[in-house]
């Protein structure tokens, strides 16, 4: 008893907003991490008629009882779990008895990280991610480990940081509505499909030496010039690591005025496998010292 309300200490729950359940999804190293037993699981606590029309990809129905009442889903640990998210229809808020909170409750007496409530429920996700929609009940282990992730979304529907594959996708141009590039590669790839004058290209390899700082005021105007009239770009590198979030950094840190360290955070969470190289780290402290005219962020740290 005493383990169960200890456990129902450290849980609770909270709002996700759709810009974060997206980008849970999108997570990958070799593979997607949706391949991974303990990385997520994705409850949808409509009705079944709801659900088999279409659901979120991946998801599963929240089973209930003869009365009524969520249950626990037994094929899957919960204590282990690192992302537990529940929606319904179009839940807001936490303070009403919704379905998805219904269940939610049930959970995190079983779990030791916080429950998501998909804010907006599947109304809204659906409503901005429509392909990620799907009829699909049934997945086969192949089938989630070749799921193609999706760039990651650093500002809801303006901004996104993908790979070269990633950014070289047809499909993925035309969900996202991506209407500029920013490519930080050795070569240009020969499969970019954009017009004149929307592609920002910097020849440049994953090195220490490579000097992007020169670069970062003529990129922020070029990334900013788009979203200024609310049209996406998507910046990209060979692995969408390392060039790739040192670029989108410098943008947020001149357009926010954000230290290095709350932009690092930032795009950590949108991709937890993003790592500039030392290089690119230190030339992001010069671009910090510039902007506010003293180094903020202690680059030392281990962290960085």
């Not at 070799?30 to 998801?59: F, G, M, P, Q, V």
């Not at 490519?183 to 499969?191: G, R």
Request: glycine share 4%; hydrophobic share 35%.
């Amino acid at each position: 008893m005493n383990r169960e309300k200890r456990i129902h200490k450290m849980a609770g729950l909270i709002l996700c907003e759709p810009t974060e359940l997206y980008n849970i999804l999108n997570q990958f190293n070799r593979c997607s991490r949706l391949a991974e037993s303990n990385y997520l699981c994705l409850l949808d606590a409509r009705t079944k008629r709801e659900y088999n029309e279409s659901h979120i990809i991946t998801a599963k129905r929240a089973l209930q009882n003869e009365n009524g009442e969520y249950l626990c889903p037994t094929s899957i640990e919960l204590e282990s779990l690192k992302y537990c998210v529940v929606y319904d229809g179009n839940s807001n808020t936490l303070g009403k008895g919704t379905p998805a909170i219904e269940c939610a409750r049930i959970l995190e007496q079983r779990s030791r990280h916080p429950i998501r409530v998909l804010k907006g429920g599947y109304e809204k996700f659906s409503a901005f991610y429509h392909f990620f929609r799907t009829k699909k009940i049934l997945w086969m282990p192949q089938e989630i480990e070749d799921f193609k992730p999706y760039p990651a979304e650093i500002i809801p529907g303006l901004l996104y940081m993908g790979d070269c594959r990633q950014a070289c996708d047809l499909q993925i141009q035309k969900d996202l509505k991506i209407q500029a590039h920013v490519s930080v590669s050795e070569e240009l790839e020969t499969l970019f499909k954009t017009e004149s004058g929307k592609l920002y290209h910097i020849p440049f390899p994953d090195s220490t030496e490579s000097g992007l700082l020169l670069y970062f005021p003529g990129i922020c105007n070029f990334i900013g010039s788009y979203l200024m009239s609310s049209l996406a770009v998507l910046v990209s590198s060979r692995l969408g690591i390392s060039r790739s979030s040192t670029v989108v950094m410098a943008y947020l840190m001149y357009q926010y005025r954000w230290t290095l360290q709350a932009a690092w955070n930032h795009v950590q969470k949108c991709r937890n496998n993003m790592r500039p190289n030392r290089g690119f780290v230190k030339q992001l402290s010069d671009w910090e010292m510039q902007i506010h005219r003293v180094a903020v962020t202690d680059i030392s740290d281990p962290n960085y």
